[in-house]
C-alpha cells in the first residue's frame, strides 16, 4: 500500500510539473489550439471517449460500494469521490468543446472489468464485515490507478498537441484521483486491515448460514 502511494505520488509530481512548465512558458496558451487533425489528435478524442464512459459508469458503481461498505469511513471516502467523479464527468465535457468535438463515449472494458470485479467482492464477502472494507478499498485503488495513468497519458499527449487548457483541466481531475488513492491507502492502513485480521472463520460461516437460510 505505501508502494502505491509513493507511485501515485510521482506520477503527480512528474505532470504537475509537465503541465506547469508548459503553461509558463506560454501566457496566451490558454487560448491557443492546434488545428492538428493527424492520427494522434484523434487517439486523444479516442481516449476522452473512453474515460468519460469509465467515469460515468464510476459515478453508479461508487454508489453501490458505499451502500455495501462496512465502516462509516470509508462510506464517505467513497462518497465523497463520487462527488469528484461528477466533477470529472462535466471537465471531460468541457475538453471535448474545447477540442471542437460534441462529447460522446466509447465502452471501456478495462473499467467495465474493474467494476465487475468489485462487483464480485461485494457478493463473495460478508455484508457488515471488515474483510469485505479491506477488499473493497483494493478494488476502488485498482480503478484509481487505471483513471491516473489514462489522465496522465492524456496530459503529456495534449501538451505535444499545444492544447495546454485541456492539460490543465484534466490535470485538476488527476490530482484528486491521485489524492483518492492516497486517502484509501491511510483508511487501509489506519484500521481496516488489521481488523479484518481478527476476523474468524465463524464470522463469514454465521454470514455464510445466514445467506443459505435465505437462499
Ligand atoms: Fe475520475
Ligand atoms: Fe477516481
Not at 81 to 106: A, C, I, N, W
Not at 154 to 165: H, V
Not at 169 to 187: A, F, H, P, R, S
Request: with cysteine; glycine share 4%; charged share 30%.
Amino acid at each position: 500500500m505505501a508502494t502505491t502511494t509513493k507511485t501515485s505520488a510521482t506520477a503527480s509530481n512528474r505532470s504537475n510539473t509537465a503541465v506547469a512548465k508548459t503553461t509558463g512558458n506560454k501566457e496566451n496558451s490558454a487560448t491557443e489550439r492546434s488545428d492538428s487533425t493527424g492520427p494522434l489528435k484523434k487517439f486523444f478524442i479516442d481516449g476522452l471517449k473512453d474515460l468519460l464512459w469509465a467515469e460515468e459508469k464510476l459515478v453508479e458503481a461508487l454508489q453501490k460500494m458505499e451502500d455495501s461498505a462496512t465502516t462509516t469511513e470509508l462510506k464517505d471516502a467513497f462518497s465523497d469521490h463520487q462527488t469528484q467523479t461528477q466533477t470529472h464527468v462535466k471537465r471531460l465535457q468541457r475538453v471535448f468543446r474545447m477540442m471542437g468535438e460534441e462529447p460522446s463515449t466509447k465502452r471501456c472494458e478495462a473499467m467495465a472489468g474493474l467494476i465487475k470485479e468489485a462487483e464480485h467482492i461485494i457478493q463473495s464477502t460478508p455484508e457488515g464485515s471488515m474483510t469485505r472494507d479491506a477488499a473493497l478499498i483494493i478494488a476502488a485503488q485498482k480503478v484509481e490507478h487505471y483513471e491516473i495513468a489514462s489522465y496522465g497519458g492524456l496530459i503529456q499527449i495534449a501538451l505535444t498537441l499545444d492544447e495546454d487548457k485541456a492539460a490543465y483541466v484534466l490535470n485538476k481531475t488527476i490530482e484528486e484521483e491521485e489524492q483518492t488513492d492516497e486517502d484509501l491507502t491511510y483508511i487501509a492502513e489506519s484500521f481496516i486491515n488489521f481488523s479484518a485480521g481478527e476476523e474468524d472463520e465463524a464470522d463469514s460461516n454465521e454470514d455464510e448460514g445466514a445467506e443459505n437460510e435465505e437462499a
